[in-house]
């Protein structure tokens, strides 16, 4: 059984590196993020998200809103 966690952020770069990190470093590894972006993501957002570490281990997922709703943390 895998465990889901669905994540909304929004422009909060150091505290999304360390939420994904927190994952990553879990030893039992039946789990998938899922982040959710308030909004098409600034350069910072999108380069945590984009990080070859995170993007070629297969459990960390994000996609974005086309346009900022306020459905944020």
């Known amino acids: 059984m895998t465990l889901h966690i ?3 952020a929004y422009n909060r770069v150091l505290p999304l ?6 994952f990553m ?3 039992d590894n039946r789990w998938a993020l899922n982040i959710m972006h308030d ?3 600034p350069e910072g ?3 945590v ?3 070859p570490f995170y993007t ?3 459990r960390v997922h994000y996609k974005e809103t086309p346009q900022c709703n ?3 943390g």
């Open 49 to 51: 998200v984009n990080d």
């Open 70 to 72: 306020g459905a944020f």
């Open 56 to 58: 070629s281990d297969g």
């Open 45 to 47: 957002v999108l380069k």
């Open 39 to 41: 909004g098409p993501a």
């Open 25 to 27: 470093n879990q030893t």
């Open 17 to 22: 590196r360390g939420l994904i990190d927190s």
């Open 6 to 8: 669905l994540c909304v």
